[in-house]
């Protein structure tokens, strides 16, 4: 699975492992920022995500609030 902007993951590691989050903005290999309902806008470690096959229609570095709005849209907040 492609780790790209707008790509729904869940994260697997951390405090809130267990928690869909959507990638905002890809920063090398390794790092991703991502945000989502009851996940703080943060850095993140590609191996502690586990992508979903879904996908959101979000632009690269997408507000907390867009990022929601999407969620919602999509019916996976």
């Known amino acids: ?3 790209e902007v707008g790509r729904v993951c869940i994260k697997i590691a951390g405090h809130e492992a267990g928690r869909r989050c959507v990638i905002v903005e890809k920063l ?4 991703v ?3 989502g309902v009851g996940v703080k806008r943060r850095r993140c470690n590609i191996a502690h995500l586990e992508p979903t ?3 959101l229609e979000i632009q690269k570095g ?3 609030e867009e990022v929601k709005r999407a969620l919602e ?3 996976l907040s």
């Open 53 to 55: 096959e879904k996908k």
């Open 73 to 75: 849209a999509a019916g």
């Open 62 to 64: 997408a507000s907390d």
């Open 33 to 35: 920022v991502v945000a």
């Open 28 to 31: 090398d290999d390794t790092f």
């Open 1 to 3: 699975m492609v780790m």
